[in-house]
């Protein structure tokens, strides 16, 4: 049994799916949404894993050192990933059970403090990070309108690498929230940071007086 098949029935196995129909989602959600975005971003990070020079020698030096267990501490941790964020990100009052949930099952520790959600996991340090340390100083030169200006945070960072992830691979995603959440913010900042001569970017309004018709 390979590692990413000893994963999935570890951790989505039928009692989680099942579990997750009897929690409240801001969003109507379904198990294959949850699953597209759990291969997405694992298929993702194991990219990064075999294509940064940084990472594929550390990856060959643990094999070199026959520190097998390790390399599967990383996969498993990728799963994990892919777990909190395909099925657990949708979740409105159960977030914190649900956190809960995944801390208590997750063979690499999450450490304490905050929810899952506030961690990625480190190949290289073989251990969870909070994304606080990912996130960019506020750029002193800029000088454009008040309005447009974006304090980087650990929120945006987070989201900016799962959004950057699926236009990458050419997968949708869905921004939900209340109003005044940030979410059209963060898309905005996102898309303007892009390389403007390979993509290119529209953007809609909408309001609740909205119909296919007036579309």
């Given at each position: 049994?390979?590692?990413?098949?000893?994963?999935?029935?570890?951790?989505?196995?039928?009692?989680?799916?099942?579990?997750?129909?009897?929690?409240?989602?801001?969003?109507?959600?379904c198990?294959?949404?949850?699953?597209?975005?759990?291969?997405t971003?694992?298929?993702?990070?194991?990219?990064?894993?075999?294509?940064?020079?940084?990472?594929?020698?550390?990856?060959k030096?643990?094999?070199?050192?026959?520190?097998?267990?390790?390399?599967?501490?990383?996969?498993?941790?990728?799963?994990?990933?892919?777990?909190?964020?395909?099925?657990?990100?949708?979740?409105?009052?159960?977030?914190?059970?649900?956190?809960n949930?995944?801390?208590?099952?997750?063979?690499?520790?999450?450490?304490?403090?905050?929810?899952?959600?506030?961690?990625?996991?480190?190949p290289?340090?073989?251990?969870?990070?909070?994304?606080?340390?990912l996130?960019?100083?506020?750029?002193?030169?800029?000088?454009?309108?008040?309005?447009?200006?974006?304090?980087?945070?650990?929120?945006?960072?987070?989201?900016?690498?799962?959004?950057?992830?699926?236009?990458?691979?050419?997968?949708?995603?869905?921004?939900?929230?209340?109003?005044?959440?940030?979410k059209?913010?963060i898309?905005?900042?996102?898309?303007?940071?892009?390389?403007?001569?390979?993509?290119?970017?529209?953007?809609?309004?909408?309001?609740?007086?909205?119909?296919?018709?007036?579309?």
């Amino acid at each position: 049994m390979n590692t990413f098949t000893l994963a999935q029935t570890t951790y989505v196995n039928e009692q989680f799916l099942d579990d997750l129909k009897h929690k409240e989602t801001i969003t109507p959600t379904c198990d294959m949404g949850g699953i597209q975005t759990l291969t997405t971003l694992v298929e993702a990070l194991y990219k990064d894993l075999q294509t940064k020079k940084e990472k594929q020698e550390f990856i060959k030096s643990l094999k070199e050192q026959d520190r097998i267990d390790d390399i599967k501490l990383i996969y498993e941790a990728f799963f994990i990933f892919g777990v909190m964020w395909g099925f657990g990100a949708p979740l409105s009052e159960d977030r914190i059970q649900f956190s809960n949930q995944v801390r208590g099952m997750s063979k690499p520790k999450i450490p304490d403090g905050g929810v899952c959600w506030d961690y990625y996991f480190d190949p290289l340090q073989l251990t969870w990070i909070n994304w606080d340390g990912l996130v960019n100083k506020m750029d002193p030169s800029y000088d454009g309108l008040f309005q447009n200006l974006v304090v980087p945070t650990m929120e945006t960072t987070r989201q900016n690498y799962i959004l950057d992830i699926h236009v990458k691979y050419k997968k949708g995603a869905l921004f939900v929230g209340q109003a005044g959440t940030g979410k059209t913010t963060i898309i905005q900042n996102f898309f303007d940071s892009l390389d403007k001569e390979e993509t290119l970017s529209a953007s809609m309004s909408f309001n609740s007086y909205t119909d296919s018709e007036s579309l």
